[in-house]
């Protein structure tokens, strides 16, 4: 467009003469596209231009190109004049000199933005350098500040490090002044008791050697005091007394008469007591141990019935009604309730096993009607006539009009009615309908067990409150300390087990051992006990603790017997707590203690520091298989640190498992038997029940025993019993050869179960009891025999008792707490190799374990042992989710809480993978959802409870912002449900004024103790213990507070 290819000729138009001569043509007006004027005028101007040059002369017209015309035009011209082309020149002068000008000024304008450019460019090289110099700097300076920040933290641990072997140094230094305290102090006692000698001389008329004058310039003088070594001190030393701070914490320290040098020093209450009587009350006093009934059989109550078939529908009665009501009773007791029962037996077949259960009964009842067959004579008698201990006894004689009862029945009542008070039994005479006179017997047994066996003084209040199946025991617990019963009546029963042996096993050489550490000055490490597995070290322990309770009154002794691994006793944080617990018992002090397990740690030796400086004699802590315990040297990190001065320290290892860094302790090694002993042992056995050997024997046994696993203890005991039931079944021979083949104490365990095995009747009774050790095996810690009558109903008592007899005494099985579980670690070892070598097997006896207590609490029976048990077993099975629902359930949380498995709870949340926070959220939140269920105002107590325990855990987390929440809610419930001035509401005040004492709100608190002890005292009275309770956390809050002016408590009784 605008340009000569756009003009086209058209079909029609005006002609346009040719004005050139050339040819004419016609033209038609089109639309052009119109170029800019300035460039359209420079173009005809060119045109112009061009056509003039190239004429003939100076007055002939241009010629028209291409047929003649303008080319190129866009507007009609019949011509070129001579202005136009001069305007179009002169306008093109005068663009060109604009553009002229244009092009100058950008050409200075390219050139300044060039120099600016270059200046750009100078600026920027410089401020890279900068740059490049800054980051330089940055990072010197980061270097500096990281070094800075490690300097820092090496100074931190210089000053902690510092800080650690300051206190450590002050420790030591203590123990060396409390030592030289001691000593001086023994001096002068013997100064004193040589200058009494001397007057007592003198004034008989005997001359006195002078020491002064003596020419020997003997400076030294060797003295031995009572309990140390020779310490050779200067004359100087010896004359000169004590400072007075010293004495002045002497002179405190005393105790007793035995502390006395003269009738004046003396005074108060124990002025006119003698040493013997003193010694005898301190030991009463020191070997404190909580109160069982002499009737309890490791935490068992035991109900064995005697019947014949006369009164069998009486005992058929009695199991289907009321053994499951006591059952239920003693369950939320935290006791076992097991009613045993023999069938008939003609053939006497199970004389032995019944004389066992008698021995254990806490509770006989014997059923009689007309007639007493003589095969249970031997029984009645063994249970009424024999009954040393005064156990609890009960006849039920059901009396029929017209009939006469027998001569047996006759005399065996005459001869229980004329026994002493002590060992009188009740018999119940009944006539009449039989449920009636079992309902009698049940109302008669109830009460016995709650009076005579558990202890219950107010038998009308425990009849109300716990009469009825689902009734739980109102608790009478601050929370100040949280006790475990079933643990401590365990470490009893262990310690009453590793003790009772019929053989010393030549342990006396090592009792002097043991003696000398007593005696020896401090400071002293730990006593590391060694030796192989079952070479008698819990014996040897248990033993000497016999003779130092014996010979030793003063003596107080801590003792933790470690079970097997993975169990509750072995677990490091209830072992602190339990010596700890026991050392504030010692010290008559009740004091608020942490569940924490690291400030438990970090509290224990303060706690033995404390007892240690008022106790007047040795304190002695022994801790039997402690290299059982996990992380053993991260727990048990204080028996590195110096002990006071009067205290003694014993531990046992295993050769094999014990920690490097004890290695270096004082060790006593326990070798094994020798080969005399070891037959010597072995022969009297066989002695025992009659069984003698010939000299072929005799000889082979001498020769196997002379290795030292064959030598070993407990393989010499294992395999002394194992002959000498071979002796009574009558095939000596070949069980002889067969223990031959043994060479170690798991293989002779693993002949004992085939033996025991190859002894039962029928394949039945064999697969029962590969079942209950393999049950056994996989349980935390162990399982009762209610348990497995629940698990295998279709067993009997008689088979059961039959085969725990059996395993009892070959050393496989034990009770403890009411629980069967293996006597010996290598038992639980052969076990399992003999049955369980497979994984799949293991985990189906746990997962049986499993349903077995998810049954119970999906029927609401949330016990110990359900709260012990499964948690641990969904932990051992890597369950998280079914463990985290497990937890969630309120009642399994709040028993383990209870009994002061704290540590045993953190750990399962930590293993769910829950912290703090998050845990307190939920149990919250599970609260919440439970309260909206609860009707009734036992259901709302019982929420109260779960309240108040959820905020002492939190408390004990240090979650105390949280723990206010459920206090104080668990108090407004209790307010409603009960009454104001309820003494379960003031303890909901103590647990709440509690927190505020810890958060430093002494003023909340304060208000909060005073409302708890003004209900304490119009419910109990001013002399009863929870008055006092509340009294003397008043007086810990106003100590606190540095306030010791008391502002009505002084004048009271506890002032």
Not at 304 to 326: G, Q
């Amino acid at each position: 467009m605008g340009t000569a290819s756009s003009l086209v000729s058209p079909a029609g138009g005006e002609v346009i003469e040719d004005t050139y001569g050339a040819g004419g043509g016609e033209a038609c007006e089109i639309p052009v596209e119109v170029k800019p004027k300035a460039r359209l005028l420079r173009n005809s101007f060119r045109r112009g231009a061009g056509a003039a040059a190239a004429g003939a002369g100076p007055g002939s017209l241009p010629r028209g190109a291409g047929g003649g015309g303008l080319l190129g035009a866009s507007f009609k011209s019949t011509g070129s004049s001579v202005p136009e082309l001069e305007y179009a020149a002169a306008e093109y002068e005068r663009l060109k000199k604009e553009y002229e000008i244009f092009r100058v000024s950008k050409n200075q304008e390219l050139l300044s933005m060039g120099r600016r450019e270059a200046k750009l460019d100078t600026e920027n090289k410089r401020l890279r350098a900068e740059l490049q110099a800054l980051q330089k700097t940055y990072q010197k300076i980061l270097r500096e500040k990281e070094s800075a920040l490690e300097a820092k933290y090496q100074a931190m641990e210089r000053a902690a490090t510092f800080e650690h072997d300051r206190d450590k140094v002050k420790r030591q230094f203590k123990i060396f002044r409390e030592t030289k305290e001691n000593e001086i102090q023994d001096l002068l006692r013997a100064k004193r008791e040589l200058e009494s000698k001397l007057q007592r001389l003198q004034a008989q008329g005997i001359q006195v050697f002078d020491p002064g004058e003596s020419d020997s310039d003997d400076n030294c003088t060797d003295v031995t005091a009572a309990g140390t070594q020779c310490e050779y001190w200067t004359g100087g030393a010896l004359g000169s007394e004590p400072s007075i701070g010293s004495m002045i914490q002497l002179q405190q320290s005393f105790r007793g008469p035995e502390f006395a040098h003269s009738s004046i020093d003396v005074e108060g209450p124990f002025a006119n007591v003698n040493r013997d009587d003193w010694d005898i009350a301190v030991a009463s006093l020191l070997q404190v141990t909580p109160l069982f009934s002499h009737s309890l059989w490791s935490n068992t109550v035991r109900c064995y019935l005697i019947y014949t078939d006369e009164t069998e529908p009486e005992v058929d009665l009695f199991l289907k009604d009321c053994a499951p009501k006591l059952k239920r009773m003693c369950e939320t007791m935290g006791y076992f309730f097991h009613a045993v029962y023999f069938p008939i037996d003609v053939e006497n077949q199970h004389l032995t096993v019944r004389k066992w259960e008698i021995e254990k009964s806490s509770l006989v009842i014997l059923f009689i009607h007309l007639t007493l067959p003589s095969l249970l004579l031997e029984d009645c008698e063994e249970a009424f006539l024999k009954n040393a201990e005064g156990k609890p006894r009960l006849i039920y004689h059901r009396l029929e009009d017209g009939k006469v009862i027998s001569d047996s029945v006759q005399h065996l009542i005459d001869q229980v009615s004329n026994l002493n008070k002590a060992n009188k039994a009740k018999i119940i005479d009944h006539s009449g309908d039989p449920a009636e006179g079992v309902y009698k017997t049940y109302i008669c047994v109830e009460k016995i067990i709650k009076q005579d066996i558990l202890g219950f003084e107010n038998t009308d209040l425990e009849t109300k409150d716990l009469g009825r199946e689902d009734s739980i025991p109102e608790e009478d617990d601050f929370g100040d300390v949280l006790w475990d019963i079933h643990d401590e009546q365990e470490q009893m029963e262990t310690f009453q087990q590793a003790s009772n042996s019929a053989h010393e096993l030549g342990f006396e050489k090592y009792y002097q051992r043991l003696n000398d550490l007593v005696a020896a000055p401090a400071p002293i490490p730990p006593l590391l006990v060694s030796g192989g597995p079952g070479s008698g070290k819990s014996l040897l322990l248990s033993k000497w603790i016999q003779l130092q309770q014996k010979n030793s009154p003063n003596t107080l002794i801590l003792s933790h017997f470690v079970g097997r691994p993975m169990s509750t006793s072995s677990e490091s944080s209830l072992i602190i707590k339990r010596l700890t617990l026991k050392l504030m018992q010692h010290s008559w002090l009740v004091s608020a203690l942490t569940l924490d397990p690291a400030k438990l740690l970090e509290e224990f030796p303060r706690w033995l520091e404390k007892l240690s400086a008022r106790h007047q004699g040795s304190i002695i802590i022994i801790i039997d298989s402690i290299d059982q315990v996990q992380q053993v040297e991260k727990h048990m990190k204080w028996l590195i640190d110096p002990l006071p001065v009067n205290v003694r320290v014993i531990v046992s290892v295993n050769v094999e498992t014990c920690p490097p860094a004890w290695r270096l302790w004082p060790t006593l090694h326990l070798d094994p038997l020798n080969p005399k002993d070891a037959k010597s042992i072995i022969i009297a056995e066989c002695q025992s029940v009659d069984i003698k050997l010939n000299k072929e024997q005799e000889k082979k046994l001498e020769r196997h025993c002379r290795s030292a696993t064959t030598c070993n203890a407990l393989y010499v005991t294992l395999f002394s019993k194992m002959i000498a039931r071979a002796g009574r079944a009558g095939n000596l021979d070949k069980i002889l050869h067969q223990c031959f083949q043994c060479q170690d104490t798991i293989s002779l365990y693993r002949l004992v179960l085939h033996s025991i095995q190859e002894s039962m009747a029928n394949d039945v009774d064999k697969e029962l009891m590969k079942q209950i050790l393999c049950l056994i095996n996989v349980s935390h810690n162990g399982v009762s025999e209610s348990e497995l009558m629940e698990l295998y109903p279709e067993m009997s008592w008689a088979v059961l008792t039959s085969l725990i007899h059996s395993l009892h005494k070959m050393c496989l099985l034990t009770y403890g707490c009411g629980l069967l579980r293996f006597q010996h670690l290598q038992a639980w070892e052969a076990v399992r190799l003999e049955y369980m070598e497979c994984p799949t097997i293991i985990s189906s006896y746990k997962q049986k374990l499993i349903n077995y207590f998810t049954l119970q609490l999906s029927q609401d029976r949330v016990t110990w042992r359900s709260a012990d048990e499964l948690p641990w077993l969904f932990q051992q099975q890597g369950s998280k989710q079914k463990l985290h629902d497990c937890l969630l359930n309120l009642f399994v949380s709040q028993n383990l809480y209870k009994r002061g498995h704290f540590a045993e709870l953190l750990s399962y949340w930590q293993f769910v993978g829950k912290d703090k926070s998050a845990m307190a959220t939920e149990y919250f939140d599970s609260l919440k959802q439970y309260e909206k269920n609860c009707e009734g105002e036992e259901n709302m107590i019982c929420l109260a409870d779960l309240y108040e325990t959820l905020g002492r855990f939190l408390k004990d987390l240090g979650l105390l912002s949280q723990a206010v929440v459920p206090l104080q809610r668990s108090l407004e419930i209790r307010e409603t449900a009960l009454d104001p001035d309820h003494p379960r509401v003031a303890q909901s005040l103590h647990q709440l004024a509690s927190v505020y004492v810890q958060w430093k709100k002494f003023g909340n608190a304060e208000q909060l103790y005073k409302q708890a002890l003004e209900i304490s005292e119009n419910a109990y009275g001013a002399d009863h213990p929870h008055t006092a309770r509340e009294l003397e956390a008043l007086a810990t809050l106003y100590q606190k507070q540095n306030n010791m002016d008391l502002p009505f408590y002084v004048d009271g009784p506890y002032s």
